[in-house]
Structure formats: structure tokens, C-alpha cells
């Protein structure tokens, strides 16, 4: 079974930090483009960074750039979000995908999701 499970979200103040964790069971992640997305309830899904199987490309949305670093450690099947100077407007439900083309992080049919992990920025 192919499966992503987020982790390392939680409550943050403003300013602060958090790394979330995207492991990968049943297939290597090194073979595809993973990248992180994150949703507010009501609101459009928004792609903010992604990295290449290869690790030699990322791509990132203008709201994150600066902030966020995303990372791969393919040899623990792991991509992380590390995420720095937080704010309230980071407060979503942040999602790993699977198989995205690294083009804009744009979502392809056979994108495969993980659960989601819930950031809230809160002071």
C-alpha cells in the first residue's frame, strides 16, 4: 500500500518555528517529485514548495519563499518542511504529495496524499 504520513505540526507563536516530516511507506520517494501543500477550511488548496527526486531543483510560493526549506533525505524515505519565521497567515492543514510535477508543484493524476498535519500559528 502507498501511503505518506505527515507529522511534526502543532501550535506555534508568531516567529517561531516547526519541521514537519513526510515519511513514505510502500514505494521510494526518490523516484518522484514531492511537494507540500496546505489548506485553510473554505479556502483553495495552495501549493508551497517543492523538490525534484534528484534534490537538485525546489520550488517554492512567493508567501513562503525566504521562510520555508524544503528537503529530501531519500535514504530514510523522508522530505521535510522546515519552517522559520511563522505566522498567522501560515495557520493551515499542511499536506506531502507524491508524484507532482515540479512545474509550479502542479498536481498531476496519481498525485497520492498524505492525511495532513494541522499548524496553527497563535499567539
Known amino acids: 500500500q502507498l501511503q505518506l504520513v505527515e507529522s511534526g505540526g502543532g501550535l506555534v507563536r508568531p516567529g517561531g518555528s516547526l519541521r514537519l516530516s513526510c515519511a513514505a511507506s510502500?514505494?521510494?520517494?526518490?523516484?518522484?517529485?514531492i511537494g507540500w501543500f496546505r489548506q485553510v477550511p473554505g479556502e483553495v488548496r495552495e501549493a508551497i514548495a517543492c523538490i525534484s527526486g534528484g534534490n537538485d531543483r525546489s520550488d517554492y510560493a512567493d508567501s513562503v519563499k525566504g521562510r520555508f526549506t524544503i528537503s529530501r533525505d531519500n535514504a530514510k524515505n523522508r522530505v521535510y518542511l522546515q519552517m522559520n519565521s511563522l505566522t498567522l497567515e501560515d495557520t493551515a492543514v499542511y499536506y506531502c504529495?507524491?508524484?507532482?510535477?515540479?512545474?509550479?508543484?502542479?498536481?498531476?493524476?496519481?498525485?497520492?496524499w498524505g492525511q495532513g498535519t494541522q499548524v496553527t500559528v497563535s499567539s
Open positions: 510502500g514505494f521510494p520517494l526518490k523516484n518522484y517529485v
Open positions: 504529495a507524491a508524484g507532482i510535477r515540479i512545474d509550479a508543484c502542479t498536481v498531476v493524476s496519481g498525485t497520492i
